[in-house]
T-cell receptor
Framework: GAVVSQHPSRVICKSGTSVKIECRSL??????MFWYRQFPKKSLMLMAT?????????EQGVEKDKFLINHASLTLSTLTVTSAHPEDSSFYICSARAGGPRTEAFFGQGTRLTVV | GQQLNQSPQSMFIQEGEDVSMNCTSSSIFNTWLWYKQDPGEGPVLLIA?????ELTSNGRLTAQFGITRKDSFLNISASIPSDVGIYFC???????????FGTGTSLTVIP
């Protein structure tokens, strides 16, 4: 399958700082990227969907000013957690899809964010 | 987001046994998918289903897309220790713009 690379895999930051997570499709062009948040032993919660060159669509309850998503190119999307607080600590996962609804979405390996 | 109810929540089985888990929704979806997630990793796609009633196999795994388009099941035959992990069902909304995940089934295989 196609490769989606997420970076960094782990990050520890101080409360009040911002953290950027990158999601890259290495061998295909991702027209759509998805960002998820996962708490321990819980399911993946969709945060937002982004299409290249347009603004991300956020799920209800997800603060767009808190979680900034930029899908500037067909191979890169970034999630920036602004003014991070301990409650933002979580496992963040991206996925990317090359084509329409019937095409497979491939997942990155995830980023473990710890805010201290 | 959509609510996908997955059961059972967890399973402890002996190596060699068959496993069955299912996923239900209150809404109709045109695409059902099954993923496996290992600890600290992203999910990996196991099987994708695109047509109501479709039965698809991938090695020891078999999944079916329910006729009502509101449910799906996944079977694993002759389980082995490397089957351990969390299994998630997922749906792709009809517009294709969102992927929603089920609540997950944690599988433990006892050698």
């Amino acid at each position: 399958g196609a490769v989606v690379s997420q970076h960094p895999s782990r990050v520890i930051c101080k409360s009040g700082t911002s953290v950027k997570i990158e999601c890259r499709s290495l061998d295909f062009q991702a027209t759509t990227m998805f960002w998820y948040r996962q708490f321990p032993k819980k399911s993946l919660m969709l945060m937002a969907t982004s299409n290249e060159g347009s603004k991300a669509t956020y799920e209800q309850g997800v603060e767009k000013d808190k979680f900034l998503i930029n899908h500037a190119s067909l191979t890169l999307s970034t999630l920036t957690v602004t003014s991070a607080h301990p409650e933002d600590s979580s496992f963040y996962i991206c996925s990317a899809r090359a084509g329409g609804p019937r095409t497979e979405a491939f997942f990155g390996q995830g980023t473990r964010l710890t805010v201290v | 987001g959509q609510q996908l109810n997955q059961s059972p929540q967890s399973m402890f089985i002996q190596e060699g046994e068959d496993v069955s888990m299912n996923c239900t929704s209150s809404s109709i979806f045109n695409t059902w998918l099954w993923y496996k997630q290992d600890p600290g990793e992203g999910p990996v796609l196991l099987i994708a289903l695109y047509k109501a009633g479709e039965l698809t196999s991938n090695g020891r795994l078999t999944a079916q897309f329910g006729i009502t388009r509101k449910d799906s099941f996944l079977n694993i035959s002759a389980s082995i220790p490397s089957d351990v992990g969390i299994y998630f069902c997922a749906v792709n909304t009809n517009t294709g713009n969102q992927f929603y995940f089920g609540t997950g089934t944690s599988l433990t295989v006892i050698p």
